[in-house]
């Protein structure tokens, strides 16, 4: 014997249709011992073909598992190779070097300690895990640790690295799901009348049913595969699945095991949907179904057709349709003792398979029992609807035939092939070359409506459950046992029975169980299979993994045009939103004291800029801000604070004219993007009669704030233009100018810190140049660059509330302590009835400034004000010690009767100690007057 | 007006239930003898008491405490689909008390130990799990609500603290807390407490023990018209037929204003879709919840090995329950943000729900201007969590019509009077 007959015992001779390559050997592992199989074997079949029978044990009884659909959604192969867990054994080709085990096994797949679940099987029936451990709570961990052990999962690692994903965008005429026969005839005939066809197909290969089937198949699929490839407006994905159809033919389809990805996932948009996904055999319900040796009749044809795989010795095949003729056809053909073939439309049937680790016998309806390795069963068919579902039908049951057909479906969803109706090979062909030529004149959107001929019904027997239990889910070990007792325990509609069970909720989506679960459950109920109704197909069709779906994370990180500069000095970074920002670069104390005493600059390039242009902008600042915006010059800024309607503080930020109809919004950084759609929604919704045009300019402009009593000094070294004296170009103005020799660069002096200080936004491109020449022309001067958490320092010391932290959700404008820009004479603006109405109560939380009586405690942030035992009056929002000062400050939140400057409020730290802090005058603890940022 | 004197408490009556315990599933499994329904079905009578309009977790509870706490049995629970149909068959079973405000703390923390009791009260096993809850906050103002949500918790006796992510790391092996991260992870509030429940089995349970005392669960039962007469609920029409009653409680969540309308009572309520997913099984690794409200998504894991997902809810109001693509891959890409080692796991299933936002992220509760006609709305997106507090205050507000003090401040008129419980900053993500 040779050293492969050894190794694949099972290999048969050439077969006419097989599709692997007997040149290319591969090994790989199997449970760790070392085996062999082909290039174009799957992993089970080179399995098989060495003589593996059981691939995994089963999730809740741990019974032994062998092949059963030998398909992408066989149950009975989910595997873990290499860090990849529930690989599709049956689908997943082999290749060489692949470390491969089984998943649900311990100690090792031949003794599972764990099958002695199957002992005590009729005591942990449906729901079982319900009815016990109820009490005490304690012993909950108990029953988890019960539970996971079910869990039958394959291995995840936390070191297992991320792979390489991506997306792909198709805007095809025509897709037509599944590559049979209907298929493919439907994308030439598409491709024919004109339109762009994607043809996307689950299995490795094009041709559907054709590949295991006889000479005559063969050379018809040849003749196809032929059309196809000489069709130049056919796009053909393999192993590839469209798993979602959503709103509009939005369309989700994966391609798995590309070149350079895993996965991948292709979104497109199609005119028209064919789903030609043919039909799924189903597999019969029978005490012993799920033994191994037990499978379907399709099953047994790809193995032997396609993978040259002898799937047994001695037969017995149960069929209910030319199919499962077909298979007992080749059985005999490769030399397969076929003991006995059970003609369901003769009433013949089978009763029960008996053995463990594989069959070794089946009883029939007639009492006869046989012995036999191998057992098939050709039950019917089932539609996987899923598709239609997702575009809205809903399939009707049809009894003669024995299986669901599409009912109403949009016009741009068309069904052909097995899933649309019965016929030979010849009537689905004709309804398929109709359906892909209208597919393609539907997507054109002209010519004249293609008839596509009606496809009758077809007969076939109804039979799903034989007189035996047998399971039904096959990932979820669930018999028509559990289904029964759950119907009697009123769990008897369908979804109920689904949830009570977990039927059809396995990585097998219902594909093989769902139809089987409801003949099942309509038997319990006395209702007929089409009163009982299937459960919601839901997406996907099959499992996406979530690489596929994130693709590469395209959420980019924004730096300002200095972030190099940032970065050679040292500055800490501090991820605020989308935005990377230097937090500090050395002592923020320090680098406050420089801003107070000679000058700094800061980078505040996120802050959110809307350009705004056209004669209705001041009206719209006018609805948008509480305060009033008619009167305001050119050059000149102004503060302002906009609401939600509900009142409550949305952002706040200063808006200056630049020219006649033209003005620049700032907004906060992270209130940049909320802020513009909120412009926007005005706009477009509310007011589309108004001229504005809004441009958002946030990266447009490199932004950065010079501050600090000899800022006014350094700027008159660099700017040209702009006359800087204080009486020309005063507090909240704006002016346009030269800045470095860059143009187009505007300031305007307004005061965050609390300082003497200048807001330059310059071009974006120069940015980096307008920061540099600063620091180096104010070297003299004392300029160094502060960080956001200076900048926080300084805005607290001077009482500037910072939206979002000194506001919470519900804080109405009032309770921000702004009261003196609210206008509540103005026509209208967003929010005013709510803040019409919050004027006249006095029941709300206001922001107040406050201080530690002990001034070398700072508060930590969120500390909570309050009386009695634990009755909350208010919490600290903001907190730091202030080096301007020497002493500890705050804002705060206080309840209404402790607004009152003076009035002390007890602050419990986190740590659990109280503190006492006294109401100040006013949020402002550093120069209230303002005389510096004035001067 | 109050329920139970009319009629005859006990017209129902109460039928004895077969118990659950391992040694009845020993003996029965033994004996293979059957058990018997966990809840009947009836016809519809004429009349009752109480009818309950919504067969998800707080209608059934409302029946359950009306019944077991109060005596008050002749009660029905009307659901058009079958019981747990809507959200509460849809939800993530995220329970949990760490809550910003202290009435909304209370009241959670007040649910959150009944839940713990429940397996036992209603001898069927509702699986919850108090594996803990963290709540990430990628930036520093995240974890300042992080900071107030502890002290509130602590100030009302609920164990909540922020943790650092070396602590989150050591809970969550799985989690990049590394500061390259796109979103680094600066800490979390950590609950223990939290956890999450098997949700269908709360809705069973319930159905189950309300049945045992004679409440009628009628499934397929879907209320058309209410009738009101001098500003006074007097009977219900269904398409199974008319029930007169003095009480209607409005239990129907994403469907609650439809309701509403029909007695012409106002509610600040609208119905936006809520989706969810989940994965194919893996190797259990994950035992706390994960919730990032920066990222918009939540992870926790079932003991079967799925790992279930969620975020907020779609920015659109619709009836519609259906999934969509965005979701998923905007979801999948955050979960691989903070979970790098899980791209090859397989998304298995997508679905949708729908949630009765309320302005406040806070529940409405109460009597209504109509008389007889009461409100358990505005569930949102973090309504499960609150079944048995609220089916307890219900049914002691409907029994005696006196408002209990735990959910006084989630009546109708908070909006008319400016009295928010504001709850954003607790619940927008991770329900
Ligand atoms: C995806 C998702 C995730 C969620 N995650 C969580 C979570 O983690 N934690 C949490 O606490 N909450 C969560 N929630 C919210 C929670 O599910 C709901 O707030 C809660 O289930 C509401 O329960 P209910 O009993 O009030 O309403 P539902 O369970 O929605 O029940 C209402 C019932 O009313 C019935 N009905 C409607 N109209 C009529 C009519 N005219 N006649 C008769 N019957 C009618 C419906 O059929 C339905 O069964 C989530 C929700 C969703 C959708």
Redesign the pocket.
Known sequence: MSLTAVAAPMRLDAQPGEVIERGRPLSFRWNGAPRVGFAGDTIASALAASGVRVFSRSFKYHRPRGLLSASYHDPGCMLQVDDEPNVRGAHRRLRDGMDVASQNTWPSLRFDVRAANQLVGRFIGAGFYYKTFMKPQVLLPAYQSVLKRFSAGGRTSPDDPRDYYDKRYAHPDVVVAGAGPAGITAALAAAESGAQVLLVEEEHDLGGHLRWGGTEDLARLHQLRDLIAAQPAIEVMTNSVVVGRYDGNWLAIVQRELPHACERLVKARAKVLVVAAGLIERPYVFQGNDVPGVMLSTAVRRLINLHAVRPGHRAVVLSANPEGDAAAEDLARIGVEVRRVLDVRRGEDLVAARGGGGVRSVQCHDGARIDCDLVVTAAGWTAPTSLLNMAGDKPVYVAEAARFLPSRLPDDVLPTGGIAGTGDTDALIAHARATGAEAARRAAGRGEAVRIPALPAGRHPEHFIGRTHGMVDFSEDVSSKDLLSAAREGYDSVELVKRYTTVTMGPVQGKLETVNAVAVLSRATGRTIGETGTTVWRPPYAPVTLGALAGRILEPVRYSPMQRWHEAHGATPLVAGAWIRPDRYGDPAQEVRNVRERVGIIDVTPLGKLDLRGPDVPRLLNLLYVNKWSKLDVGRVRYGVMCAEDGVVLDDGVTGRLGEDRYLMSTTSSGAATVWEWVEGWLQTERPDWQVHVIPMTTGYASMNVAGPRSRELLQRVTEGVDLDPEAFPYMHVREGRVAGVDDCFMWRIGFTGELSYEIHAPAMYGLHVWETLLDVGDDLGIKPFGVEAQRIMRLEKGHAIVGQDTDGLTQAFGAGIDWAIKLDKDDFAGKPELVWQRDRDDYFVLVGLQPEDGSVVPPEASQIVEGRNVIVGRVTSSRMSPTLGRSICLGFVAPHLRAAGTRVTVQLPDGRRITARVTEQHAHVDPEGVRMRG | MGVGGAHDGSRNGHRPTARYSAFALFTRGLRKSPWPRAWRAHDLRPSYDVVI?????????TAYYLAANHGITDVAV??????????????????RSNYLTPEGVRFYDRSVKLYERLSADLNFNVMFSQRGHLTLAHNDSSLRTMRWRAEVNKLEGVDSEVISPEDIKRLVPYMDTSASARYPILGALHHPPGG?IR?DAV?WGYARGADAHGVHIHQG????GIQVARDRVTAVR?TRGDIATPVVVN??????T??SDMVGVRTPVATF????AVTEPVKPFLDTVVVSGSLHV?VSQTDRGELVF?ASVDPFTSYSMRGSLEFIEELAGHVLALMPSLSKVRLLRQ??????MTPDYSPIMGPTPVEGFYL??G?????????PV?GESMAELIATTKTPEIIATFDLARFADGRLVGEKGAASVG?
Do not use: M
Not at chain 2, 87 to 95: D, Y
Not at chain 2, 221 to 224: D, G, L, P
Not at chain 2, 379 to 387: E, I, Q
């Open positions: 309009v919504g067969g998800g977790v707080h209608g059934l509870a009307l659901d058009k689909g079958y019981i747990g149909s809507g959200g509460s068959g849809r939800n993530t079973a995220i329970v999450t949700h809705v039962t879907e209320v058309t269904t239990c129907t969540a994403g469907w609650s439809l309701i879709p809520l989706q969810a939540y969620g679905w949708a729900g729908l949630c009765d358990d709305v569930w949102g997106t973090y309504g499960f969590k609150a079944g609220s329900h």
